[in-house]
Each structure stands twice: as C-alpha cells, then as structure tokens.
C-alpha cells in the first residue's frame, strides 16, 4: 500500500461548508497527488505536489486548493463545498519517476 | 496536454476466454504507460505497465502491447477468471513536471463462470 493513509475516509457535509481532506505516507516520496474519480471520468487530477511547499494545479483545479507544508502530508481544501464536489477522492504518491500508487479513497458527499 | 481514450467500456467475456481493452493517447513523446484494476470499492491497482523503448511485457495471465507509430496500446488477460472482474484503467504519462499521468475513462470487465 506505499504507506498511504487517507483521512477522513468518509465525509459527509453541506454545501457551502468548507471541507479538508488528509493525505499521509510514511515513505519520504517527493511527489503527491490528489484525484477525483466520477463514473464515466476515470481518474482526473485536481491538483500535485513536487515537494513541500511546491504545488501546481491540475485538470480539474477550480474550487479546490491544497497545501504541503511537510513532506508527509499533503491537504485538499474545498473552500465552499458544491454538489458537484461529491465525489471519491484519492491520493497517490509517485515512486521515482515513473509509478503512481494510491491511497484508499475519501467518499464525499455534499448535500 | 496529453488525451487518452480507452475502449470498450464495458466487456463481458466467458470464463477461460481472453479480454483484450485498448487504449489510444494523443503525446507521442508520452514514455510511460501503466494499467491498474479497481474493485468495487477498492482502490486502483497497479497491475502492470510498459515503458515507450518496450514494444511488449508480459506477466502471467497479462500482457500489454504498445504500438508507438499508432499510438495505442493495449491490455491482454488470457484464460479469464471470475477475479478478473473489476474496472480497469489505462494512463500516459505526458512530458513535463510532475510525472503526471492522464487516465482513460476505464473499462468494467465482467467474467461470466
């Protein structure tokens, strides 16, 4: 499992509300990720991380921000959570260049 | 950036049949091509994966081909069982920062005993 842990892994909350999911590895790997994953989308990058403090957006960016301030944690915010932000989160963390590996998955429900 | 699409999206094979999911990208300097299987409720797999200087790897019951000219590569299961049953996901990693990968939609295998 690469040492991920995902916290919560269940959350459910109103809109409007702000929301922030944990990501932890215990493996000192420099790259992070964070996902959503809808039917019919696959798995679509919201945002990464190359190292603490280094973050860069991804495809599916908007209404979310993240935050490393250390190299084993890294924070997805929903400022103002929406229904169309109920999703299944995961996290993954890159081994060297090349393999990605996730975490168990956060299951969000906005209502 | 980098686009990915993956075919079928659903497959029902009969048990001890092979299954064949395909996918096609759009970078051709992509390098890095990797294959992961989710169960329901489960979290995505690594299973196998091929990089751009390799045209085949196998491991066991799977396999995946990749044809650079065209663009596309390809997952095998041979000899298909019940466990093989799940949604399987294709990706490319594009050039760039962040070893990011693009992912297919995904595909729900089913194998029917």
């Known amino acids: 499992d690469a040492g991920i842990t995902q916290s919560p892994r269940h959350k459910v909350t109103e809109t409007g509300t702000p929301v922030t999911l944990r990501c932890h590895q215990t493996?000192?790997?420099?790259?992070m990720y964070w996902y959503r994953q809808d039917p019919g989308h696959g798995l679509r990058l919201i945002h990464y991380?190359?190292?603490?403090?280094?973050?860069d957006k991804g495809e599916v960016s908007d209404g979310y921000s993240v935050s490393r301030s250390k190299t084993e944690d890294f924070l997805l915010t929903l400022e103002s959570a929406t229904s169309s932000q109920t999703s299944v989160y995961f996290c993954?963390?890159?081994?060297?260049?090349?393999?990605?590996?996730f975490g168990p998955g956060t299951r969000l429900t906005v209502t | 950036g980098e686009n990915v699409e993956q075919h079928p999206s659903t497959l029902s094979v009969q048990e001890g049949d092979s299954a064949v999911i395909k996918c096609t990208y759009s970078?051709?300097?992509?390098?890095?091509f990797p294959w992961y299987k989710q169960e329901l409720g489960k979290r995505p797999q690594l299973i196998i994966d091929?990089?751009?200087?390799?045209g085949e790897k196998k491991d066991q019951r799977i396999a995946v081909t990749l044809n650079k000219t065209a663009k596309h590569f390809s997952l095998h299961i041979t000899e298909t069982q019940p466990e093989d049953s799940a949604v399987y996901f294709c990706?490319?990693?594009?050039?760039?920062?962040?070893?990011?990968?693009?992912f297919g939609a995904g595909t729900i295998l089913r194998v029917k005993s």
């Open positions: 990706a490319a990693k594009g050039v760039g920062d962040g070893n990011k990968l693009v």
């Open positions: 970078d051709s300097a992509s390098n890095y």
């Open positions: 991380s190359y190292g603490v403090k280094d973050t």
């Open positions: 993954a963390i890159s081994v060297g260049t090349r393999e990605q590996y």
């Open positions: 493996e000192n790997h420099r790259y």
């Open positions: 091929i990089r751009s200087n390799v």
